[in-house]
Nanobody
Framework: VQLQAFGGGLVQAGGSQRLLCAAS????????MGWYRQAPGKQRELVADITSGGKTNYADFVKGRFTISRDHAKNTYLQMISLKPEDTAVYYC??????????WGQGTQVTVSS
């Protein structure tokens, strides 16, 4: 499985952005797809994920502001609204197959200016 992230960039506080993660390869082996983020000097943390059955999971700090969705087996989107400067981070696309093997895409920088 290969993952490629699109989107990101610079946005003002209060603004919105949408990230796309496009999967290729053995896409029908994918169970969970999600987004993690890593800010400078901090550990990588889960933002949100979604199972193949459509069950979603969100970190408390994005509930009500971010929405994860999935398009068939291969694309996942992260719609972000009401962005805050503390949302600034490199966002990474992630996937796990049904055997529990994890895959990572390249990161995409999201910068929220105050």
């Amino acid at each position: 499985v290969q993952l490629q992230a699109f989107g990101g960039g610079l946005v003002q506080a209060g603004g919105s952005q949408r990230l796309l993660c496009a999967a290729s390869g053995s896409i029908f082996s994918i169970n969970v797809m999600g987004w993690y983020r890593q800010a400078p000097g901090k550990q990588r943390e889960l933002v949100a994920d979604i199972t193949s059955g459509g069950k979603t999971n969100y970190a408390d700090f994005v509930k009500g502001r971010f929405t994860i969705s999935r398009d068939h087996a291969k694309n996942t989107y992260l719609q972000m609204i009401s962005l805050k400067p503390e949302d600034t981070a490199v966002y990474y696309c992630n996937a796990y197959n049904f055997a529990g093997t994890g895959y990572w895409g390249q990161g995409t920088q999201v910068t929220v200016s105050s």
